[in-house]
């Protein structure tokens, strides 16, 4: 797949192992660097019913939702979502900008687990 080209193999490796210990119900929190001012996290909530997606970057700008930092951004991002989808996962719809902490700005949203 194309986009998937994107991704490192590591962060593919991470999101793959969210899903397999999705499906015996414990799955562990992962992530990865996207690139160099990318990363990105899934935090399981612990109900086991939804999970926080959150993309860290560094960039002199905060549009209000990651999709908004360009094309490029915005391949990587679908990239990640076409990869939870393979896994049953429905991601958002957007990305929302949620704050800066030491210069790194938080994109945040929320899905819910099959």
Not at 2 to 28: C, K, Q, S, W, Y
């Amino acid at each position: 797949m194309r986009v998937m080209n994107h991704l490192p193999d590591d962060v593919l490796d991470a999101i793959d192992t969210f899903g397999e210990r999705l499906l015996v119900g414990a799955p562990p929190r992962v992530g990865g660097r996207l690139r160099q001012d990318l990363r990105m996290q899934i935090v399981p909530d612990g109900d086991g019913e939804t999970a926080l997606v959150r993309y860290e970057t560094e960039h002199t700008q905060t549009p209000p939702v990651l999709r908004d930092r360009g094309s490029f951004i915005a391949t990587i991002v679908d990239g990640v979502d076409e990869r939870l989808r393979s896994w049953g996962v429905e991601p958002p719809d957007v990305y929302e900008y949620t704050g800066t902490v030491e210069n790194t700005h938080r994109y945040e949203g929320r899905v819910g687990l099959p």
